[in-house]
């Protein structure tokens, strides 16, 4: 433990905000320890102190959050190292991530097309050995149209050629048909360093598409909780 502190204690705290941005970048605050191992209380001191390594991860989230650099200093060592003050908690937010979470997927997962009236469910006629809770995992090349891809009811995509000629016979008005799934390549975006009868895994946030312009997405992995 460092026995002496150069931060923002108890008394200062008022610094550690926007308001005295400046002051802070030019004040010199001291709090020394008494002894070797004098470790501080936080609750009666609340010093924040965060290393290089927080704040290149703090400022991913809050790139304009102002710090100011510290020294901890051991003076009978003659020892020193970088930190930096960190402003009061209640004025950091919190922001979650919003990448969804990635999983695999196994036979019976929920898909949806853009322009389809249903979802269904995603099959497969034979297993590829690898189970997880005893449900078939499934891989990128599970991909074939009326094999692993059900139709998705209904289709009111204007590409579609029968959807054209439907709806050119109903006077302009648009008349979705039976989806009939056109899918000519693998999922997108497996998990390519875990293969599953030597193909990529496939995962929930895979996609695929049909020739007519639907983006067909797995809303549920299948996998029983």
């Known amino acids: 433990m460092e026995s002496a502190f150069f931060a923002c204690s108890k008394s200062n705290e008022r610094w550690l905000t926007p308001d005295y941005q400046e002051e802070l970048d030019e004040a010199t605050i001291q709090y020394q320890t008494k002894k070797e191992n004098d470790y501080l209380n936080f609750l009666d001191r609340p ?6 390594r927080l704040k290149t991860i703090i400022h991913e989230f809050a790139p304009k959050l102002f710090i100011k650099s510290v020294v901890l200093v051991d003076r009978e060592q003659s020892k020193q190292r970088g930190e930096s003050v960190m402003p009061m908690i209640e004025d950091v937010d919190v ?4 990448a969804p979470k990635k999983s695999y997927v196994v036979a019976g997962a929920i898909l949806t097309c853009d322009y389809g009236s249903q979802e269904n469910k995603l099959k497969t006629p034979f297993s590829h050995g690898v ?20 139709p998705f009811g209904k289709c009111k995509c204007e590409k ?8 050119a016979a109903n006077n302009g008005v648009l008349k979705p048909m039976p989806c009939i799934p056109m899918v000519t390549m ?9 293969l599953v009868e030597n193909h990529p895994a496939l995962l929930n946030t895979s996609t695929n598409m049909c020739v007519y312009g639907g983006c067909i997405r797995i809303e549920d992995d299948g996998q029983e909780q």
Do not use: C, F, H
């Open 160 to 167: 579609n050629p029968t959807v054209v000629a439907a709806t």
């Open 186 to 194: 693998p999922w997108i975006e497996g998990k390519a360093d875990v």
């Open 131 to 150: 189970y997880i809770r005893n449900q078939a995992q499934m891989n990128v090349n599970d991909y074939m149209p009326q094999v692993n891809i059900m």
């Open 95 to 98: 922001v979650p991530s919003s």
């Open 47 to 52: 010093i924040l102190l965060y290393s290089d």
